[in-house]
């Protein structure tokens, strides 16, 4: 028998859903979970679904037609989108808008091992091309700075977003990752932790907060370390100087792709445009090139996973990009003598 459902609009049980996960989950998570679902709401909206007691495993796998078709998306997109839908529609049984189990009829692709690893990363030839022309270019710069942190450390978005003038010690030349309201880190406290920098980089730093850093305090008083004139450089700020300055053209002479810099639309239009450039890449491919680059450099994984807060296990599946022969020569060098 079917339990008696209670009329609720697809928009409004996105911001139930998302204020009880808001209880346990981190900023980015919420803000993920966010941009998913409003996709969903947008095809309740095309489909004139006002009341989702209306909804039925039908509709639903017909909106997985529809998202694969709208946005253009592989497996491994198909498969997040599907599984934050499916834990959406599960909080909408416990509050008596959908049928009870609908959530099960919600399908995500299979995926094989080689498809559930992101494997686009920056090369280190390519950020030593990129540092190389922001040092001579862009000295000490916001991007400079920005591209040198992320390319050094390995940290994540977040956690450059959250770093204040303090958390930088010249003296013992290291910074100091916090989890602080306003600026969360994905794992929270334990996210937190001290990381080693190099002569190179603290003199960067030195100088971008000597001489180009703008003097501001955020929302919370605190003194960003990455600041606009504004205040803190938002995370979507980060991002979209990833994107822009990874774009080969802007730190070599010619365009890889034979594009014409005055007709090419990663280039003409405005600054969200950037990451249209087939070579650019995201924060999260500089830091999966900066784990590779460590591993690479006999950097033991123990030291590269508490230096990036990362398990081992997910850091070998989903960042370590050697090619086996690479694997089997480091550990030969190890094992000479045995």
């Known amino acids: 028998m079917s339990k008696e459902l209670e009329p609720i609009r697809p928009v409004e049980a996105k911001e139930m859903y998302l204020r ?14 966010d941009y998913r679902l409003g996709h969903f709401i947008r095809w309740c909206e095309v489909e004139e679904i006002e009341n989702l007691n209306d909804l039925s495993g039908r509709a639903l796998h017909q909106y997985k037609l529809w998202r694969q078709d709208d946005g253009d998306l592989n497996q491994v997109s198909v498969k997040t989108q599907m599984d934050t839908l499916r834990v959406f529609i599960r909080f909408c049984e416990s509050i008596d808008a959908v049928e009870t189990d609908l959530h099960t009829s919600i399908l995500s692709p299979t995926l094989s091992d080689g498809e ?11 950020a030593e091309a990129l540092l190389d022309y922001l040092g001579r270019f862009q000295y000490a710069s916001r991007a400079h700075t920005l ?9 994540r978005t977040g956690a450059a977003h959250a770093l204040d003038v303090e958390d930088y010690d010249p003296e013992e030349q290291r910074l100091k990752v916090r989890h602080r309201s306003g600026t969360p880190l994905k794992n929270k406290e334990e996210g ?20 180009e850093r703008p003097d501001v305090v955020d929302e919370y008083g605190r003194q960003p370390l990455l600041s606009t004139s504004h205040g803190r450089a938002h995370k979507t700020t980060v991002r979209e100087t990833v994107y822009r300055w990874t774009r080969p053209c802007q730190y070599v002479s ?30 999260h491919a500089i830091r999966r090139g900066s784990i590779t680059h460590h591993l690479s450099e006999d950097v033991p994984e123990k030291v590269v996973s508490d230096r990036m807060n990362v398990g ?8 370590d990009q050697r090619s086996e022969e690479v694997k089997v020569e480091q550990r030969r060098d190890y094992l000479e003598g045995v």
Not at 116 to 126: I, K
Not at 147 to 155: D, E, Q, Y
Not at 312 to 319: A, G
């Open 192 to 211: 937190e932790r001290l990381v080693a920098l190099s002569d190179e980089v603290c003199r960067i730093l030195d100088d971008w907060l000597s001489h």
């Open 20 to 33: 009880e996960r808001g209880t346990d989950a981190s900023d980015a998570t919420i803000e993920a979970h």
């Open 254 to 283: 010619e365009c890889p792709h034979g594009r014409q810099q005055d007709s090419c639309e990663a280039v003409k239009g405005n600054r969200k445009t950037a990451s249209k450039c087939p070579s650019s890449v995201s924060p």
């Open 116 to 126: 559930n690893q992101r494997d686009v990363m920056l090369d280190p030839e390519e």
């Open 147 to 155: 591209m040198a942190l992320l390319w050094h450390t390995g940290i």
């Open 312 to 319: 081992q296990e997910v850091l070998d599946m989903h960042y």
